[in-house]
């Protein structure tokens, strides 16, 4: 089961990855942010892969690299530990007693529950190589 089948919105990521999106290994962690609507907590990530058949304007404009914010609404807990520049870090999705994400890496570990999840906002830009 892939982690898109958790979440309230999967359609445009399916479709941009032709069915299949890419395993939320590896990722680079750009925000986490907690707001009291909701309450909800926002993971904003590049994805590991870059999708084989972009969105035409995406491809356009020499876009290279794919970036997903996810959020967890009707957040019941959660727990940070760590954080820093270049967070890569394994992401998993799963339903248990509610929707569970839990972000593992050397530098963090965050663990957090809520009612639903959702695809809050996907985005691609060129990432220029360090």
Not at 2 to 17: D, F, G, K, R, V
Not at 33 to 56: I, K, S
């Amino acid at each position: 089961m892939s982690w898109t089948s958790i979440l309230n919105n999967p359609q445009s990521i399916e479709a941009i990855y032709q069915g299949s999106p890419p395993d939320l290994t590896g990722v680079r962690v750009h925000e986490v942010a907690l707001h009291q609507d909701g309450p909800t907590l926002r993971l904003r990530f590049d994805l590991p892969h870059y999708p084989t058949r972009p969105p035409q304007k995406w491809g356009a404009q020499g876009f290279n690299t794919m970036q997903v914010e996810i959020s967890l609404s009707g957040l019941t807990s959660v727990t940070l530990d760590g954080f820093g520049t270049d967070v890569v870090a394994d992401v998993s999705l799963r339903q248990n007693d509610g929707i569970e994400v839990i972000v593992t890496s050397p530098r963090a570990r965050l663990q957090a529950t809520a009612e639903v999840a959702f695809i809050s906002q996907l985005s691609a830009y060129t990432n220029e190589p360090a």
